[in-house]
């Protein structure tokens, strides 16, 4: 059974920096998309980045400021977030397209088939 699990959510200040890891477990995804999404109180889910084999991609908002990388002997994927702003406050979930080997991946949710559980990012101003 696969499982994701993140980790390095918490309660920073504008301006500050957080990296979120999210370990694969039961499968090995390397060659697979996985990406990042985020939901904020009263809103909906929302794309933040996703990696593929050889591209990343982020969102507009994001750009700049996180990054995302992989450390395929790790299986795991991490979420390194600089000059955090109050609007980037959400429950950030990790995910993988475990059916696109190769895949390009896609900014919506419908496409990835494992969920983490969400951790909690919280910038104060």
């Known amino acids: 059974q696969v499982q994701l699990v993140e980790s390095g959510g918490g309660l920073v200040q504008a301006g500050g920096s957080l990296r979120l890891s999210c370990a694969a477990s039961?499968?090995?995804?390397?060659?697979?998309?996985m990406g990042w999404f985020r939901q904020a109180p009263g809103k909906e889910r929302e794309f933040v980045a996703r990696i593929t084999w050889s591209s990343t991609y982020y969102a507009d908002s994001v750009k700049g400021r996180f990054t995302i990388s992989r450390d395929n002997a790790k299986n795991t994927v991490y979420l390194q977030m600089n000059s955090l702003k109050p609007e980037d406050t959400a429950v950030y979930y990790c995910?993988?397209?475990?059916?696109?080997?190769?895949?390009?991946?896609?900014?919506?949710?419908?496409?990835?088939?494992?969920w983490g559980q969400g951790s909690q990012v919280t910038v104060s101003s």
């Open positions: 039961g499968r090995t995804l390397i060659k697979y998309p």
């Open positions: 995910a993988a397209d475990g059916r696109s080997l190769y895949g390009s991946g896609s900014q919506n949710e419908a496409e990835y088939d494992y």
